[in-house]
């Protein structure tokens, strides 16, 4: 998993490690790519303990984090934290990093579990480097050449093979030896002059103008170029086979990308040789092909690099789902604080967005001013469906920065706004869905204070949903959400099933799980409100089936909430359970059941065979039992497991 500064978000970091497992096993880790496009993400432990559970099923494997020091994120480390705790043993982590990750590794080191190869185990010896210029290089340098190059390059290998590429067919060329000094950036630049002199000028102009990617395959650079005469695809193998500093990314050499210090050197390059307005309009051409190719991040990207407004707006706005809600909230807030007023005023859209993302960042305080200013901008405009939309939008977000201010004690909005956002900021990743979702959670009873507010939710989410487009699933399920908890915590029952079952057919259209379990959680918690446990025992049990695999932590709630309507509906059997079970002891019981050993629960579980027995014990004596057997007919007895015939 080759790294970049776009993997600074979680959401993209989870996803792009799931996908690298995917070039293992095609079907692992679906649920939680389906769990990480909802609005709100699980607890990161569940969603780890979840993929964990599917490797723990795979064949040996090793996992590189490569440059993982251009990662500054501190949820991604408890994550790598996390991994490294839990790894089952025949998976193997590496990582590769210039600076040294922000994870436990004092605590590896002292339990053993840690290898280490740093700069005096990487730097190559006189012997080494004698093996690499004249076995690999084929320079047949002297000894004295040889170890003048190790010094100097103090057996860097990048530099030693920058060096390499420098003298090949220049041999006996003392000059250039003493010419190496100084620090390994100058050594660089002066070494990549020195390559890029050899090259012919059209591999020159090659390597310049594609430095603007991150990863480079044959298409893309064909497009950045533009009918250059020899394809991409053929210059990316040439310059493997010459040791030019591009790294494969994949075993078909499909993508790849330069040595990070050699492309820095390359960017540096091109300034000096393309205009402004000459380097935009390579961005311009890698932003078509990466939207044309279905990476719209990238293309917006690219789009803001090139200066094109137009198109980065049409990309952030995301054809119905922004990108800031796809992994791109901070690019997306940074671009957006450095556009100017003038622009945002022309582009009402813009300042929609602006509000929508300051949101998503856990800034809540600054939204309103945002959206006032987009109304400002749309005042007088004519209501086509694209204004209406916006209109719309504005509502969605307006209601969610009310539905905060229910959340927390302070007097006044703007004190409550603050603690909000105080709330949110404690955490250091940019995307903050997650943090607003666990705020705006619904509660059975609104108190007095509540009152107004909640008028306000209701008002602004029903203005939503008149104003969005039909087509506009992600923010009408998002509205209607809203409308939901807001009816619900005001005990307006039949409000809140009618918005609760549109968001159960948005999420149906969309193909989109999560809104829909935590829906029918709802509408269970509902049905039990109004002494209906059969509809509120099927509203758990649909949220439970369709949940399947996935990581929410909300289903904790469904489980002890089915619990509690079999206990209504099957009164003789209440004096069976001491105490209910819980959901882990649920677990073990389900897999008791299949036949499992201790071990092989352990091992699904991730749990030491001590534990796994200590929750057979409780299990044996909330069941009054003695033995497995007499457990699972105990179990089906009070309908504990799961029906097998049921579809999932």
Not at 561 to 587: C, W
Request: proline share 4%; with cysteine.
């Amino acid at each position: 998993m080759s790294l970049e500064e776009g993997d600074n978000e979680l959401t993209r970091f989870l996803a792009c490690f799931i996908t690298s497992l995917q070039t293992l096993e095609e079907k692992i880790g679906e649920g939680v790519l389906a769990v990480l496009q909802s609005p709100g993400l699980p607890p990161t432990e569940s969603i780890l303990a979840a993929l964990l559970k599917d490797a723990a099923a795979m064949a040996p494997f090793i996992l590189v984090l490569d440059d993982y020091h251009v990662v500054k994120s501190k949820p991604i480390d408890e994550a790598v934290s996390f991994l490294l705790d839990h790894l089952p043993a025949h998976i193997h982590l590496v990582m590769i990093t210039r600076e040294d990750p922000l994870i436990p590794l004092a605590r590896l080191r002292v339990r053993d579990q840690l290898t280490e190869l740093r700069a005096t185990d990487l730097g190559f010896t006189s012997s080494e480097v004698e093996g690499f210029l004249n076995g690999v290089m084929g320079l047949n340098l002297p000894p004295d050449k040889i170890d003048a190059l190790a010094s100097r390059t103090e057996g860097w290998i990048a530099g030693l093979q920058l060096a390499a590429v420098s003298i090949q067919g220049d041999y006996g060329t003392g000059r250039f030896i003493q010419s190496i000094a100084g620090s390994h950036h100058f050594v660089l630049d002066y070494l990549v002059e020195e390559v890029l002199q050899r090259q012919p000028e059209a591999i020159q102009t090659f390597l310049v103008r594609t430095s603007i990617l991150d990863r480079l395959c044959g298409s893309l650079c064909d497009a950045v170029l533009s009918d250059p005469a020899v394809s991409g695809k053929q210059r990316l193998l040439d310059l493997e086979r010459q040791n030019l500093f591009v790294i494969p990314l994949d075993h078909e050499r499909r993508w790849y990308r330069y040595h990070h210090l050699f492309a820095e050197s390359l960017q540096r390059r091109l300034q000096d040789s393309l205009d402004g307005s000459g380097i935009a309009e390579l961005h311009s051409r890698a932003s078509t092909w990466y939207e044309n190719e279905g990476f719209e991040i990238e293309a917006f990207r690219h789009a803001v690099e090139s200066a094109d407004v137009e198109r980065a707006t049409r990309l952030l706005e995301g054809n119905g789902m922004p990108l800031h809600l796809r992994g791109a909230a901070g690019f997306s807030l940074k671009w957006l604080e450095s556009m100017p007023a003038t622009e945002l005023d022309a582009r009402p859209a813009l300042w929609v967005m602006y509000g929508s993302v300051l949101l998503i960042t856990g800034k809540p305080t600054h939204v309103e001013h945002k959206l006032r200013a987009a109304e400002a901008a749309l005042e007088g405009a004519r209501q086509d469906v694209r204004v209406r939309d916006l209109i719309g939008l504005i509502a969605a977000t307006r209601a969610a920065v009310i539905s905060l201010m229910m959340a927390v004690k302070p007097n006044g909005a703007n004190l409550k706004l603050q603690a909000a956002e105080a709330s949110m900021q404690m955490t250091e990743h940019d995307d903050k869905t997650d943090d607003l979702i666990g705020l705006i959670a619904p509660v059975k009873d609104a108190s007095v204070e509540e009152t107004h507010e909640i008028d306000q939710v209701i008002s602004q989410s029903i203005r939503a949903l008149e104003h969005l487009r039909q087509d506009n699933l992600s923010v009408r399920t998002s509205a209607a959400w809203m409308l939901g908890v807001a009816c619900q915590r005001r005990r307006d029952y039949a409000g809140a099933r009618k918005a609760y079952n549109e968001v159960v057919s948005y999420s149906h259209m969309m193909g989109h799980k999560p809104m829909a379990v935590l829906s029918l959680i709802g509408l269970g918690q509902i049905e039990e409100a109004d002494n209906r446990p059969g509809l509120a025992g099927e509203c758990y049990e649909e949220a439970l089936r369709l949940a399947g695999d996935l990581p929410l932590p909300s289903l904790h709630e469904a489980q002890a909430g089915l619990e509690r309507v079999r206990m209504d509906l099957q009164p003789g059997l209440k004096g069976n359970l001491i105490e209910p079970l819980s959901q882990r002891e649920l677990e073990v019981l389900a897999l008791i059941a299949k036949g499992l050993s201790n071990r092989d629960i352990g091992a699904q579980l991730f749990l030491a065979v001590d534990t796994v027995k200590g929750h057979n014990r409780r299990i044996f004596e909330k069941l009054q039992v003695q033995r497995r057997t007499e457990a699972i007919a105990c179990a089906h007895a009070l309908n504990l497991l799961p029906n097998p015939h049921k579809p999932h």
